[in-house]
């Protein structure tokens, strides 16, 4: 599957567990939601991720992208120490200036 570089090293970053390159994806101002809570900046974006990789050693394969001007919906299987796994979910993206602005975890 041709996905966008930025959404490559989205996944790539997510899957090595590289917590610093996961959130260079993300612009100064980004907001995450996921499971409930909300995460606004690269501080603490940065937190939410090292908490999960040490929490759910998750990894992502990717199964369908599509991209609508600023918004794209990934949608991929994640696999990890978690209740339920694997489980498919929609990561649901804003994008500013070929970074994340946005980030909706569901279900």
């Not at 994806?25 to 939601?33: E, G, K, L, P």
Request: charged letters at 30%.
């Amino acid at each position: 599957m041709k996905l966008p570089q930025l959404v490559d090293r989205f996944i790539a970053a997510h899957n090595s567990y590289d917590s610093k390159s996961f959130v260079d994806c993300f612009t100064r101002s980004a907001i995450v939601h996921d499971e409930g809570k909300t995460h606004k900046g690269k501080e603490e974006i940065g937190k939410w991720i090292e908490h999960s990789n040490e929490e759910y050693r998750s990894s992502m394969k990717p199964l369908k992208y599509e991209e609508t001007g600023a918004t794209g919906v990934l949608t991929a299987e994640v696999s990890g120490t978690f209740p339920g796994s694997p489980i498919v979910l929609k990561f649901h993206l804003t994008l500013k200036d070929d970074l994340i602005d946005g980030l909706k975890v569901t279900g």
